[in-house]
Each structure stands twice: as structure tokens, then as C-alpha cells.
């Protein structure tokens, strides 16, 4: 699934419609949002035209000026419902190959800040109708996160004021695969301003739904703004890294776990010892936990409706000495389930501030998902720059680099006298 903006700062020209066209070919977009048209709406229908593979989407409705169109391959999605904004278009996706619906908002935001506010507003609005949400545009909003300063809150602030932990992807990836900033006012050197106005957002849904998602800041081309573009894989099955949880050592049956697998007979020298005891460690804790901690959430909201539906009861029966037996017990219960819970998501999401007290939440889910996405290669420059993806060619490009920087083994004989 190929995804993407462009502020093209005009779209009357027929050499920006041709680079257009170009480029949703060579990218093969599948929906694309195109910024600052400056399209009358008298002549949009001459230039939609030149574009027979695609729907297209306007909020003329909203902006006289039309400032934003949104181009669906109709071969490869269907709109299922829309929203219009002067700020934005919100679209509610089916995606064909994948089967797979998604929300996608279109942004071009006000450079004047009161403005803007109604844009968070009607974020705010769209945010509680969403799962998979993917948010990308130019946001107009100059400064970068640190140096923001003044009247308006930080981009940061006005980001999450609509929550849902929108994680900002455009400038992680970019490192790696793009370019960081997205927009300069192209004069001479000494007058010249490079700034990020363009990102994309995602929400925790869609990262657990496509962990696999790249952004690229590609070069601005004709524009002074350079275009977004979302890649999505599909498919990929990511192997989960072994981690320790703190809170197995709460368990009952924990201690005897680790000893029976430390205790089992290994053959062989110390070093293939320790490694084969470790895995036996591991591959006891492993089912220690799909035994007792997988559906941990879902086992403190039944353990909860089982204690007041105790409680309940024990209200009829105030002094049943059976009843007051069961509640302590189910009382205990719980408890322990929300501490096991509790410590496990703040280690899963590695969170230290004890101000977050409640779990599981939204937040503690989302930083979940954004650690996964952030531990997931699915993308890389080789040694000879070229771009490796899938989990096997990205294997294949580390051991390529580190056969190449260490060397290959070499058989040695030794020559008897």
C-alpha cells in the first residue's frame, strides 16, 4: 500500500500536471493527497481529466480556492465514507489486495495559529470514529518541537491535544531513507530557510495493524516543498525478541521452572553448556508466560467482574462466613493481577515515570506499539547503496557487510616436521 502528500504550490501549470502524473506512476501511489492546487473551481474539471485511473476528492466545498484534492486508485481502493474540511479531508478506506480498512486524513493547515486550532479541533472530533489512522500533510507549523516558542503551543502540544498517541514518523525514517526537512524558500545561500512542515502521523492501531511502515522525504523536485511517501507492507511476520519480565518472578510456580531447566543434563564444553541452559531457561519461561500471562488484560476485567459479582451477593448475605471467604480470596486475586499487569506494561512500554498510574490505557498500548515499530528493520542501505527490504534481503545485507568488514574463515593446517 503506497500512500502519499505533496504540497505542489499550484497544479494550473501543465508541467507540474505532467510531474504528477509522473510520479504516481514511478511510485505507483495508490492515495495521494495534493496540496496548495490554487485550482479555480471552474477549471478542476480540465485537469482531473488527465488523470483517468483516479477519483478525485476536493473540498471546494469548504475553501473556494480548493486547497486540497485527494487522488484513490479506484483499481485498488474503495471510498467507504468522507469528511470535509477547510484544514483537512478525513477518508474512511477499503484497501482490495490487503482486505483491509483504513482512515487517512489529508491535512493542509493555516499558517495562523487561531486558524489552526479549528484543525484540532476537528481532529479531536475525528480521533474518537478511528482505528487504523495514518494523518499526513503540510501542518504549517515552522519551528521544530524544541525551538517552538511564543503564544502557540509547541507543534507537540497542539498535536496531542486531539490524543491518540499520534506517533510522528516523518523524521525517523527520513534519517535513514530521506530527507529531514521538508520545505525551503529556495533563494540564495545566504537568505536561504530549510524548515519541516510536512509530516505523518500514526496512530497506535495502525502500528500494530502495519508494523511495517516507511516514510521517505523524497527530493522537492518542482515544488519548495518535497513530498511525502508512505510505504506499506504487508504479510511480514516479525519474530519477537526474548525479554524478561520482571514479573514472572512473582509466580508461584517460577522458581521451580528456571531450576528444571538449569538442572537437565548438557554434554559438551562450557560454552555450548551455559548456551544450551540459557535456551532451556528460555524456552521454560516462554510457556510459563503463554500458561499464566498472555490475555493479561483481559483476565484482570473478568477478575474484576467476578469480584462485584461477589460483592454483590455478599451485600445480600452480609455475615455468610462461605461468601466473605470468596470474596477475600477473589479480592486477592485481582490485586495481583493488576500489579502483574501494571509491571508488565510499564516494562513492555518502558515507562519510569510513576505519574502513570493507571493501566492499561491508551498510552501505555500506544508506547508499546512504537517501541515494536522502532525495533523493526524492514528497510536498509546496503554496502553499495542499495535499498534492501524484506526481512530475508535485509538479513542477507548484514551478513554481506559483516563477512565484508571482518572477513571469511579461514582453514589452517598445520605442517608436521
Known sequence: MIISSWNIRGLNDPIKQQEIKGYLVKNKVEVFGLLETRVKITNSAAIIRN????????????????????????RKITLLNSRFHDQLIHLHLLHHFSNQTIFVTMIYGSNDGGDRYRLWEELRSVAGTVTNWIVLGDFNIVRSLEERIGPNPPFLTEIMAFNQCLLDCSLDDAHSFGLEHTWTNKREPTARIWSR???????????????ITHVQVLPSG???????????????????????????????????????????????????????????????????????????SQKVIVARKELEM???????????????????????????????????????????????????????FSRIAVRKHQTIIG???????????????????????????????????????
Open 310 to 364: 461477589s460483592q454483590r451477593m455478599l451485600q445480600a448475605s452480609p455475615l455468610d462466613p462461605v461468601l466473605l471467604e470468596h470474596e477475600k480470596e477473589l479480592l486477592a486475586r485481582y490485586l495481583l493481577l493488576r500489579k502483574t499487569e501494571r509491571s508488565f506494561l510499564l516494562q513492555r512500554a518502558k515507562i519510569q515515570d510513576i505519574k502513570f498510574k493507571d493501566a492499561p490505557t491508551s498510552h501505555f
Open 379 to 417: 528497510k536498509i542501505l546496503d554496502m553499495n547503496g542499495n535499498t534492501r527490504e524484506g526481512i530475508q534481503d535485509t538479513n542477507d545485507a548484514f551478513v554481506e557487510y559483516y563477512t565484508w568488514l571482518l572477513g571469511q574463515r579461514k582453514l589452517t593446517t598445520s605442517l608436521s616436521m
Open 51 to 74: 488523470f483517468p485511473f483516479y477519483s478525485v476528492l476536493n473540498n471546494y466545498s469548504h475553501h473556494y480556492n480548493g486547497r486540497i484534492w485527494v487522488f484513490l486508485d479506484s
Open 222 to 296: 518542482i515544488s519548495d516543498h518535497s513530498p511525502l511517501l508512505v510505504e506499506v507492507k504487508n504479510g511480514y511476520k516479525v519474530r519477537r525478541q526474548f525479554s524478561y519480565l520482571n514479573c514472572w518472578e512473582d509466580h508461584k510456580d517460577y522458581r521451580d521452572s528456571v531450576t528444571a531447566a538449569w538442572n537437565l543434563p548438557v554434554k559438551g564444553n562450557h560454552i555450548f553448556r551455559l548456551f544450551t541452559k540459557l535456551k532451556n531457561v528460555r524456552s521454560n519461561l516462554v510457556s510459563l508466560h503463554k500458561n499464566h500471562y498472555t490475555g493479561i
Open 197 to 211: 512542515l510536512d509530516r505523518v502521523l500514526l496512530n497506535s492501531d495502525w502500528l500494530i495493524q502495519f508494523p
